[in-house]
């Protein structure tokens, strides 16, 4: 069974920058697409960044000129680095994995939450002063 760990979230402050890490286990990470989702308070969850197993990065709106997701397939970790940061950005983040293992798989790159299979616990980050 697949499993996702989420850490370094915590308080910002407006304009800073944080780097959160989702640790995988249970299986090799360039098997899978992953994604970065956030759901604030009262909120649907949403998409903020993809890193397909092919390399190429989708930044969804909320991401696009300040986040970026990078991914270490030798430790098994992806990274989202986020900078400028603003309290809007407050929500708790989570990493989420589709398999990747056809053919049809690796071509399909969902950004919506429905399209992952398998989730993290969460992070919180909070911005503000």
């Known amino acids: 069974q697949l499993q996702l760990v989420e850490s370094g979230g915590g308080l910002v402050q407006p304009g800073g920058s944080l780097r959160i890490s989702c640790e995988v286990s249970?299986?090799?990470?360039?098997?899978?697409?992953i994604g970065w989702f956030r759901q604030a308070p009262g909120k649907e969850r949403e998409g903020v960044s993809i890193?397909?197993?092919?390399?190429?990065?989708y930044d969804l709106d909320s991401a696009k000129g300040r986040f970026t997701v990078s991914r270490d397939n030798a430790k098994n970790t992806v990274y989202l680095q986020m900078h400028s940061l603003t309290p809007e950005d407050t929500a708790v983040y989570y990493c989420a994995a589709a398999n990747a293992g056809t053919v049809m798989q690796r071509l399909v790159i969902s950004t919506s939450p429905d399209g992952y299979d398998y989730w993290g616990q969460g992070t919180q980050v909070t911005v503000s002063f």
């Open positions: 890193s397909s197993v092919d390399g190429t990065i």
């Open positions: 249970g299986g090799t990470l360039d098997a899978y697409h």
